[in-house]
């Protein structure tokens, strides 16, 4: 029996993006939309491209990764984490997930490699050098990015005990991934500009990026 492999795409008012995402989907990955209170009507349109829709009440980046994971099939242990706002190109997760299922890495994670200088502001790319440098300090991992796309089992996500639910969660996955002697594999990833009428939450105003490094920090100090 082929296998299958669980997406999950945290969202927050993707409506825009969500088309061209579900379409480009490769075959053996199914998406798992984690709805985080949208009112653009994106769950709606995740169903109607057949997508699972998860509601997440609780706000935050890492409640809604983590209802996704929670939701994912425990048959096929592989899953894959994506932004939902197309700025990575879905046909690049067989690369994510393969290693991962072969046994080469027990994580998989993205270095987003910006397509054009509108995709990724100055502002976000600083705050995210500091936190990855500040990363390889703290557990020796080679790795340039707080990891937007990632691949891992998912028994073994949920055996780390994040308790982040908010921006801080990637970060949290990388330390708790070192601690624990994961081996991590970084990838290079083409970084896309967003599709138009969507807006990151992180690095679409300078207030975003604080927050979402103000959450980090938090995360770096317990």
Partial sequence: MPY???????????APALPWLLTRLPVGFRAIVADNGST?????IARAYGARVVSVPQPGYGA???AGLIAADPADDVVCVMDAD????????????????EGIADLVVGRRRPTSRNSW???ARAG??????????????SVHDIGPIRAARRAALLSLGLRDRRFGYPLELLVAAGRAGWRVTELDVPYLSRAVGTKSKVTGTVRGTVRAIRDMQAVLTR
């Fill in 40 to 44: 653009d009507g994106s769950a709606d």
């Fill in 121 to 123: 502001p100055m502002h």
């Fill in 86 to 101: 197309g700025s990575f190109d879905p046909r690049e997760l067989t690369r994510f997930a393969d290693p991962v299922r």
């Fill in 128 to 141: 995210n050098a500091i936190l990855a440098r500040r990363v390889r300090r703290t557990t020796g991992l």
């Fill in 64 to 66: 809604a990764v983590h």
């Fill in 4 to 14: 299958m492999t669980d997406v999950v795409l945290p969202c927050l008012n993707e």
